[in-house]
């Protein structure tokens, strides 16, 4: 590019995750582009901040604003964007389509980056576990798999997608190994969320902004690398056994979702989840469509059971549900395991909280309609973690079911009892996906250790 030639204007639509990870990749020190700005989405607290000049690059020396999806048109002509890429998950393929809309009528192209271009090589062996919605139980699947991995005397890495919903800076490399880390770190709920239940049983897990280094320091002190997904996306890392999760429980999404149905076509072994909830003819139906799709994937069974930790605080009680928050808010989900788990215990009645949800929280529930009588964990911010703390405060209800995967009574003082639901991972019929996975590390040349089957 000669000095005179003008750089490609760029606009990255995303929302604090893999639209910071593309840029990284593709954009940051790539003199051909400017990047004029970051779009934000689906999580609040993001639009308004800057991604800083030290993550930046020497090209942005005062770092890239972060502007509100909604002003998409305006910035595309205001500043003469070329070109729009888009860069989050968990949207309908017509949902893509309609962005794709307002910025090509606004004059730009619109463009999706995909795996190759964006995944980095670990120097060890990797395992992803995706899946196709937000919610299909990817978080439980790679606790149960780093059990599996560490019997056969590995130290693995858990690397987690992106989260970084505080101090940009401070979060580009993060290394979590102690509750306490999350205090320092001053991690918000859904950050807990996700990293908490891997520290409890023994998981180092990686995250942060810049993948580069996060991938370096985790293969550094480990032998093998967990890619632990976030909503649909595909990973960050070149997996060497990619996982995949389908959800009986919304059949019919295998194929509707980007970039899920990327995911399930690049998929080696696909799980089909929930088969202890779902009808039987759901679970045949997601299976065919899976075979359908990607005729080479390995498919197997597995279960998520539910477990109440005190079944009888809740039996005959008026109760409340508080839902894991991606799950049912762009996960699309009504309603989540805490509701089945209240449901199952006898509760009285589930009481409906949306009556008494504070501003903040009336707010979610006007953004996602579908959700039905539960109470999301919402707590992306400070304000955001009061306001749910409040919402469960003002319910008339005699006891809270909490399906979060965090202590929720460490964080927020709440007036009434609180028990936790809990779901976890397991096989269902051989061969399991632990099977699968000691023959990969055969393949990997991995010495294994062979677990007799449950």
Wanted: include cysteine; hydrophobic fraction near 45%.
């Amino acid at each position: 590019m000669t000095n005179t030639q003008r750089r490609t204007r760029v606009v990255i639509m995303g929302a604090a995750g893999r639209d910071f990870h593309n840029f990284n990749m593709v954009y940051r020190d790539n003199p051909a582009y400017e990047v004029i700005a970051f779009t934000a989405a689906q999580i609040s607290g993001i639009a308004g901040r800057r991604y800083p000049p030290s993550l930046a690059g020497s090209l942005y020396p005062e770092g890239i604003p972060i502007i509100d999806e909604a002003k998409l048109e305006w910035l595309c002509r205001q500043e003469d964007i070329d070109r729009v890429i888009f860069a989050y998950s968990d949207v309908t393929h017509a949902e893509v389509m309609h962005l794709a809309s307002r910025a090509m009528a606004a004059g730009a192209d619109f463009v999706l980056l995909g795996p190759d271009r964006t995944m980095l090589q670990a120097r060890v062996p990797a395992i992803a576990i995706s899946a196709v919605r937000t919610g299909c139980g990817k978080s439980q699947t790679a606790r149960w798999l780093s059990k599996l991995l560490r019997q056969q005397g590995l130290r693995v890495a858990v690397i987690r997608h992106p989260m970084p919903y505080g101090d940009l800076e401070r979060q580009r490399v993060q290394r979590f190994a102690t509750r306490a880390d999350l205090d320092t770190a001053e991690c918000t709920l859904e950050e807990r969320e996700e990293y908490e239940p891997h520290l409890d049983i023994g998981n180092v897990v990686y995250a942060g902004v810049d993948y580069a280094p996060i991938i370096n320091l985790a293969e550094a002190e480990s032998d093998l690398i967990l890619w632990d997904g976030g909503n649909n996306d595909f990973p960050f890392i070149r997996p060497d056994l990619h996982i995949v999760l389908v959800d009986p429980l919304r059949p019919g999404h295998e194929t509707t979702h980007h970039p899920g149905e990327v995911v399930l076509r690049r998929a080696d072994i696909v799980v089909v989840a929930k088969v202890d909830a779902a009808a039987t003819a759901d679970v045949q139906r997601v299976e065919d469509a899976v075979r359908q799709v990607n005729p080479t994937a390995t498919v197997v069974r597995a279960a998520s059971p539910i477990v109440l930790d005190q079944p009888e605080v809740v039996r005959g009680r008026r109760v409340l549900v508080v839902e894991d928050g991606p799950t049912i808010t762009h996960g699309g989900m009504p309603y989540g395991a805490g509701y089945v788990a209240a449901t199952h215990a006898h509760a009285a009645e589930i009481v409906d909280p949306r009556a008494f949800a504070v501003p903040e929280i009336a707010a979610v529930y006007a953004q996602y309609p579908h959700i039905r009588a539960v109470l999301p964990a919402m707590g992306y911010s400070q304000e955001q973690l009061e306001a749910l703390g409040q919402t469960i405060n003002n319910t008339q209800a005699d006891v809270v079911v909490a399906a979060t995967p965090i202590d929720l009574a460490a964080l927020i003082k709440v007036n009434k009892p609180v028990v936790r639901a809990r779901y976890e991972f397991a096989e269902t019929g051989e061969p399991g996906l632990g099977r699968l996975v000691e023959k990969f590390l055969v393949r990997a040349g991995i010495k294994v250790i062979l677990i007799p089957a449950e």
